[in-house]
């Protein structure tokens, strides 16, 4: 369901904007009541529609810079509308920390961190190892990445504009050596070569970040059948009084 807000009694343009989404939008509906129907929706019609659909490909700047600009675990970003970015700050400092204490880092790490956004998590991290490399497929929110690192000083981290998937399997293929592996993918969850990419790479550890476990606990099971344990499992309630969570989830190679 989408919800015009709109600080006016009528809705301007309402009829366009009704055409506009009967022609671009696909309404699916997941029947809670059967888990498995909703899981071959997701899967058939859900991960074929392009995750920047409803976002357009033009913007236009009707108030203001076109930007924002936030403080989150000690670093400044500068934010493009394009882009993802979590608006439960509290929480999500207490998300990132609790990542990073679950992996332990000694210093000398060299960390994956794959659908990186704007990189807010590898940069969280950047200060306690050695090197880390964000890969994130929406181009814009890389260049905001490669701003925000020069903007913060954070000189051991690199970004990539790639789809996350092809990404690992390239670096699988050339048979890179990495220690952490971290993912935080989007709703609909990885997908098979990825999952597959990792456990080629065998990094000692993996942390998945999920804002849907549902999707989360299908990737998981990929990964246990192919020589990884569960160590730890900490949810954080990112929007309280509702059904929404983030699950982190570490594991570690057998």
Known sequence: NIVPVNNEYHLRYAKEIEE???????????????????????????????????????????????????????????LSANTFYQINHDQTELLYNKAIELCNFKGNEKVLDMYCGVGTIGMSLAHAVKEVIGVEINTRSIQDAINNAKMNQVNNIQFVAKDASSFMKDYAKKKEKVDVVIMDPPRKGSDEKFLNAVVKLSPKKVIYISCDPRTQVVDLKHLLNNGYQIMAIQPVDMFPFTSHIENIVLLKRG
């Open 20 to 78: 506009l989404l009967q022609k671009n939008l696909i309404r699916v509906e997941l029947d809670d009541r059967d888990e498995k129907l909703g899981y071959r929706l997701r899967e058939s019609v859900i991960k074929k529609i392009p995750i920047t659909l409803i976002l357009g490909d033009k913007e236009k700047v009707m108030y203001g810079k076109g930007y924002i600009v936030d403080e989150l675990c000690g670093h400044t970003y500068k």
